[in-house]
């Protein structure tokens, strides 16, 4: 099964709101990732948070993580309709030698 | 830099007939990974290569699927003989080191009739 899944499977919002999605995981883990997939396109690597860090910044994008919880949550802040993709979550585990991605968020940013 | 480069990108062929996927990945980046694509499995890990080795097979789904990495810039990832379940997106990612961001090629998108 999948390490990493994500909560909520498709999640549709007006531009200018903001978006939240969630990322829970099984084992201890080095680092988690997000990315994101256009459609047809391959996946964009978006921001990576290390197991000793709970919350790290770029641009509209804030990433936290509780270790504790074994969660993850992406916040895209004042959401564009450009922001329509599918996220993922992409879990290192310290017990693996492979990247392993969750079934993804379909976010729909409506104009 | 041109990114992860694949070819094709579209593939359409016959059951039984031999696919050959081919990944260009970043230059100067020592981590090969392909992934398969389908709604079904979601996003899963085939294989990946560390300077060239191969590290971790233990994704690929049979004896008909095999990869290759001959040089630091060239690998292909072949299905013979080829199966209608084999349908979906194959992409090739790269990356400079193993724990940080991969780098995604544009996918192939192969369709066995």
């Known amino acids: 099964s999948q390490q990493g899944e994500e909560d909520p499977q498709a999640l549709s919002i007006q531009e200018g709101e903001n978006a939240t999605m969630n990322c829970s995981y099984k084992?201890?883990?080095?680092?988690l990732q997000w990315y994101r997939q256009n459609s047809g396109r391959g996946l964009v690597h978006l921001i990576l948070i290390r197991s000793n860090e709970r919350e790290k910044h770029s641009g509209r994008l804030r990433v936290t993580l509780d270790t504790s919880k074994k969660s993850s949550s992406l916040l895209i802040t004042a959401s564009r309709a450009a922001d329509t993709a599918s996220y993922f979550c992409a879990t290192d585990e310290t017990s693996g030698s492979r990247l392993t991605f969750g079934e993804g968020t379909q976010l729909t940013v409506n104009p | 830099d041109a990114g992860v480069i694949q070819s094709p990108r579209h593939e359409v062929t016959e059951m039984g007939q031999e696919v050959t996927l081919r990944c260009k990945p970043i230059s100067g980046h020592d981590y090969l990974f392909w992934y398969r694509q389908t709604m079904m499995r979601g996003l899963e890990l085939l294989i990946y290569f560390n300077n060239n080795v191969p590290i971790d097979d233990s994704g690929m789904p049979e004896d008909r699927f095999s990869a290759k990495m001959p040089n630091a810039s060239f690998s292909t990832l072949k299905i013979q003989p080829s199966e209608p379940r084999d349908s979906a997106v194959y992409f090739c990612?790269?990356?400079?080191?193993?724990?940080?961001?991969?780098?995604f090629g544009p996918g192939t998108r192969l369709t066995v009739t």
């Open positions: 084992t201890s883990i080095n680092n």
């Open positions: 990612a790269s990356s400079f080191g193993r724990e940080i961001e991969q780098y």
